[in-house]
């Protein structure tokens, strides 16, 4: 853990005026997991989205009962989605739909 917090964080040029844009080491990046999740089996990626949908619906359950106070974050449900559409989880993507609406 100490290499962690000797690193600098990571930096980018940001389409405003090229100024240096900070990332923490928390920051999700979205197209290494696009990539890791296009190299899955497509048995892999139905199990992987699974997985997450039924995250989700534990953490919105969680919420609407009062037990928890913290809901998922809107862009990570939306990646989601598009990690399923990729993985051609059409089934997995309505019936996640339908849980949502349910819950």
Known sequence: LEHLATEPPDRELCPSGGKVKKHSRGEFNFEATTAKMQALS???QHVVTYQCAMTVIEMLGSYS??????LPVQEHVAFLF???????NIYG????CIQVHTT
Do not use: K, Q, T
């Open 42 to 44: 497509y048995f892999d």
């Open 65 to 70: 009962s009062g037990s928890s106070n913290y």
């Open 93 to 96: 993507l309505i019936d996640f």
């Open 82 to 88: 598009d990690l399923m559409e990729l993985a051609l």
